[in-house]
């Protein structure tokens, strides 16, 4: 079997599974077979490749668990309203949002959406992110969600990076539903969820809770149905609101519960005993020019464990780079760098049930790793917006070099 291995590391930042914690190592070598990794420490043996990392830092692939990329156009318009003061919510009441994307998808070909995705697959590759969740939900009718699920599984086969599918036909109501909207949650449990399920596709079931989209009880009941048809629950939770999804995410044993913004106390503490992962979309609030981010250090404090993700879509936060995100969580929400970069490998990894095959370089685990042209940790968020990403490996396989 081919091997390689990377000489020369400076610093290694990883999450070490004997210590639980975030480790620093220095001075190390990676040896990697085929896709894995085999042995991790000093003066390792030989390997067919040598991979020189020139005293640089080395960390695992970024884990991004919550995108929207499949979409035919951007919202560029809603940028330019909000620059003149509307917000989010107004941009929707008038026909906006989520909403705005719903034709272009339904009416575009499978072979133009594998195409945009690809592209969209590219640019989070060499921003870093080796395994990305990518969720439906500009559809919102049967065809095209099943559609948009399909144009995810076509790319991941096409491409070197992981996509993890998501059904979220609960993303909000289309338009003949609008005035039914509990006829469009009928449709979604008894229609789509059994559909999506007989497809084989999609591995999670997400809903937008919040005032103005899905209630809690519609919610609970597209995940319950989606739970009966193996479909594991996700929720975008207390977005703009406290409206009870984060307390009801803890309820419905979801794996995450994402956004959080204006999640309560009560919500955090059912999120904690339920052991819901806490995934913080904090470009999306930059995105969308508000000030009030997520409550890091109260979920910390209560036990919750924080993922990071982009939210990566057209309308509230046009963001691929993980990198930037790490950025925005320690300027805005405070977050000490090893944990930010736990958050974006190790954690993400575990809210898609990925956490022992990916999220950190360990023996045994994938072979995803990203070796940067700066030499630590802290100069990640410190750049802001500069990149300096030297080489991205997939799968044990160099993608990008100088």
């Known amino acids: 079997m081919y091997s390689l291995k990377l000489t020369n590391i400076g610093q290694l930042a990883t999450f070490n ?12 070598e990676i040896v990697i077979e085929g896709n894995q990794i085999t042995e991790v420490g000093q003066k390792l043996g030989d390997a067919d490749k040598i991979f020189d990392c020139k005293q640089k830092l080395v960390t695992p692939g970024f884990v991004d668990p919550h995108t929207h990329p499949v979409f035919l156009d951007g919202r560029e318009d809603e940028f330019a309203m909000r620059l003149q003061g509307a917000s989010y919510e107004e941009i929707s009441e008038a026909g906006g949002g989520i909403v705005n994307s719903i034709q272009g998808v339904r009416d575009a070909s499978e072979s133009d959406l594998i195409s945009l995705v690809k592209s969209r697959m590219d640019r989070f590759l060499k921003l870093g992110t080796t395994t990305v969740e990518c969720k439906s939900g500009y ?7 099943l559609k948009s699920l399909k144009v995810i599984d076509e790319v991941s086969k096409l491409h070197h990076i992981d996509m993890i599918p998501t059904f979220m036909g609960g993303h909000a109501f289309p338009k003949e539903f609008m005035n039914n909207h509990d006829g469009y ?13 007989d497809q084989g596709i999609a591995k999670f079931n997400d809903v937008f809770c919040e005032n103005g989209y899905f209630t809690v009880e519609q919610t609970r009941r597209i995940l319950n149905a989606g739970n009966n048809h ?6 975008h939770a207390d977005e703009f609101e406290d409206s009870g999804a984060g307390k009801l995410g803890g309820e419905c044993g979801s794996i995450s519960a994402d956004h959080l913004m204006a999640v309560s106390d009560e919500g955090i503490q059912e999120l904690a005993k339920n052991d819901v992962i806490a995934t913080l979309l904090p470009g999306t609030t930059f995105f969308l020019g508000k000030t009030g981010y997520a409550p890091y250090q109260k979920l910390k404090d209560a036990g919750v464990d924080v993922a990071l993700a982009t939210d990566f879509n057209p309308g509230s936060c046009h963001i691929q780079s993980m990198p930037f995100i790490l950025s925005l969580s320690c300027i805005y929400m405070k977050i000490p760098v090893l944990d930010a970069i736990k958050a974006a490998t190790i ?11 990916i999220g950190s370089i360990e023996i045994g685990k994938k072979a ?4 940067w042209d700066i030499e630590r940790t802290l100069q990640i968020p410190y750049l802001v917006s500069d990149h300096p990403i030297q080489t991205v490996i997939k799968n044990g396989e160099i993608l990008f070099t100088p």
Do not use: F, Q, Y
């Open 230 to 235: 193996g479909l594991i629950p996700r929720i």
């Open 368 to 371: 995803d790793i990203v070796v």
């Open 17 to 28: 599974s004997e210590m639980n914690d975030m480790a620093i190592l220095e001075n190390v």
């Open 347 to 357: 954690t993400s990894a575990k809210s898609l049930l990925l956490h022992n095959t």
């Open 185 to 197: 949650v009928d449709l979604i449990c008894e229609e789509m969820i059994p559909a999506v399920s």
């Open 139 to 145: 559809g919102l009718n049967l065809e095209s969600e």
